[in-house]
């Protein structure tokens, strides 16, 4: 089955830090380019920072600094390292997979992160 799969999401005061993990299935998971995204409340989504298949990062100027996405291909998984959590950061985060050979893209079903004042 393909699909990825959100998990480490949660309630967490400012100056905190959360983890998240995507284990992705179904996909040969070294060819994507694999991302994360946000939505907050009433708001549209928006890119946070994204992985190439060969590691090579790239954040949005919000979280520069304060983020990191890594990858573990031998567990098909990547990660979101959230330190100094602001509450401007409270949203649903997704995961997404895009394979550049063909486009083909994929999207988690998202894990919530709510950061407390």
């Known amino acids: 089955q393909v699909q990825l799969v959100e998990s480490g999401g949660g309630l967490v005061h400012t100056g905190g830090s959360l983890r998240l993990s995507c284990a992705a299935s179904?996909?040969?998971?070294?060819?994507?380019?694999m991302g994360w995204s946000r939505q907050a409340p009433g708001k549209q989504r928006e890119r946070v920072a994204m992985i190439t298949a060969d590691g090579g990062t790239r954040y949005e100027d919000f979280v520069k600094g304060r983020f990191t996405i890594s990858r573990d291909n031998a567990k098909d998984t990547v990660f979101l390292q959230m330190n100094s959590l602001e509450p401007e950061d409270t949203a649903v985060y997704y995961c997404?997979?895009?394979?550049?050979?063909?486009?083909?893209?994929?999207w988690g079903q998202g894990t919530q992160v709510i950061v407390s004042s």
């Open positions: 997404n997979a895009w394979r550049p050979v063909d486009d083909d893209a994929l």
């Open positions: 179904g996909i040969m998971f070294s060819r994507y380019v």
